[in-house]
T-cell receptor, first 111, second 114 residues
Framework: RKEVEQDPGPFNVPEGATVAFNCTYS??????FFWYRQDCRKEPKLLMS???SGNEDGRFTAQLNRASQYISLLIRDSKLSDSATYLC????????????FGPGTRLSVLP | ETGVTQSPTHLIKTRGQQVTLRCSSQ?????VSWYQQALGQGPQFIFQYYREEENGRGNFPPRFSGLQFPNYSSELNVNALELDDSALYLC?????????????FGSGTQLSVL
C-alpha cells in the first residue's frame, strides 16, 4: 500500500460547482498534513495546512480524521482558476524525509 | 515568488552522461530537499540537506548525490543517466528539519534523457 493515496481523477466540473478531494495515509504516526496546488509544469505551492479541528480558507475547507487516516479538501463555488492538480502531503516524521506527497488529483473547471 | 531559484530550467542529456542541478534556497532557510517528479505523479523525495550534511534519503540509487554549501545553496548530481531519470527535479527550502515547517519550491529543472 502506498503511503499517501488520492482520488485518481481527473475531475471535470462546471464553474460554480462544489468538488471534494479525498486522501488517505498509511502511517498512523503522521504528524502534520497539507494540501498543495500544482499548476501544469509549475512547482507545487502550499494551499493550506490541515488541522485536526478542520479549517477553512475562503472557498476551501480541509478536514482531517486521524482515526480513519483520512484527509479531505472541499472547494465551493469553483472558479476557472482553480483548475490545477491538488497534492495531498503528509509529514510521516521519518528522519530526514519529512514530507510524502500523494500522486495528486487533477481538477478541470469548465466554463 | 518563493525566493528559491533553480538552474537550469531545462536540460537535455543522453544516456550515460552526468548532470548537475543547482538550487539557491530562500533567505534564512537552512534546509534543502530535492524531489523527482515524473509526469503524472507526485514528487518523490530524493534527499535532504541540513547545515551541509545529508539528513535523510529516499529510495534512490547512489548515483544520485548532493551537496549543500555554507550559504545553504545546494547541488544535485546524477551520474550514468538513464532514460527513466527524465523528470522535473524540484528543490524545496525550509527553515527547520522537523516536520512542522512549510516547503517552498523552486520552479524546477526539467531534465530530458535521450
Amino acid at each position: 500500500r502506498k503511503e499517501v493515496e488520492q482520488d485518481p481523477g481527473p475531475f471535470n466540473v462546471p464553474e460554480g460547482a462544489t468538488v471534494a478531494f479525498n486522501c488517505t495515509y498509511s502511517n498512523s504516526a503522521s504528524q502534520s498534513f497539507f494540501w498543495y496546488r500544482q499548476d501544469c509544469r509549475k512547482e507545487p505551492k502550499l494551499l493550506m495546512s490541515v488541522y485536526s479541528s478542520g479549517n477553512e480558507d475562503g472557498r476551501f475547507t480541509a478536514q482531517l480524521n486521524r482515526a480513519s487516516q483520512y484527509i479531505s479538501l472541499l472547494i465551493r463555488d469553483s472558479k476557472l482558476s482553480d483548475s490545477a492538480t491538488y497534492l495531498c502531503v503528509v509529514n510521516v516524521n521519518n528522519y530526514g524525509q519529512n514530507f510524502v506527497f500523494g500522486p495528486g488529483t487533477r481538477l478541470s473547471v469548465l466554463p | 515568488e518563493t525566493g528559491v531559484t533553480q538552474s537550469p530550467t531545462h536540460l537535455i542529456k543522453t544516456r550515460g552522461q552526468q548532470v548537475t542541478l543547482r538550487c539557491s534556497s530562500q533567505s534564512g532557510h537552512n534546509t534543502v530537499s530535492w524531489y523527482q517528479q515524473a509526469l503524472g505523479q507526485g514528487p518523490q523525495f530524493i534527499f535532504q540537506y541540513y547545515r551541509e550534511e545529508e539528513n535523510g534519503r529516499g529510495n534512490f540509487p547512489p548515483r544520485f548525490s548532493g551537496l549543500q554549501f555554507p550559504n545553504y545553496s545546494s547541488e544535485l548530481n546524477v551520474n550514468a543517466l538513464e532514460l527513466d531519470d527524465s523528470a522535473l527535479y524540484l528543490c524545496a527550502s525550509s527553515l527547520a528539519r522537523d516536520g512542522n515547517e512549510k516547503l517552498f519550491f523552486g520552479s524546477g529543472t526539467q531534465l530530458s534523457v535521450l
